[in-house]
């Protein structure tokens, strides 16, 4: 698998955003590249938690709603496995 570039910012965003759960208008998405192996944070703002991007990649995927659709916390060790999984 190729390095994975940006995760540790990336999940320190995540948390930062996430942090005040669904009461809160502040959240994020978890991204992630597969053609080069970045991550990122996309942040909103939103009461209704009704805003997001759109990306025409099929490259990049959501990789928090992938995870918690599985039931896994998003976490540096959960990550790493999770996308290790998916390229295997």
């Known amino acids: ?7 540790r910012k990336a ?7 996430n ?3 669904c ?7 978890l991204m ?3 053609a080069d192996g970045s991550v990122w944070t996309d942040i909103f703002y939103d ?5 997001y991007k759109l990306y025409y ?7 928090g709603a992938s995870m918690n ?14 996308l290790a999984a998916m390229v295997a």
Not at 1 to 7: S, V, Y
Not at 11 to 17: G, S, V
Not at 47 to 51: A, D, T
Not at 72 to 82: E, G, H, P
Request: proline share 2%; aromatic share 14%.
């Open 1 to 7: 698998m190729r390095k994975i570039k940006g995760l």
């Open 11 to 17: 999940l320190k965003d995540y948390k930062e955003a």
């Open 19 to 21: 942090r005040g759960g």
């Open 23 to 29: 009461f809160s208008p502040w959240y994020a998405f």
């Open 32 to 34: 992630f590249d597969k």
């Open 47 to 51: 009461l209704g938690h009704n805003s």
């Open 57 to 63: 990649d099929d490259s990049i995927i959501n990789l």
């Open 69 to 82: 659709a599985e039931g896994l916390l998003v976490n540096a060790d959960n990550v790493k496995r999770y």
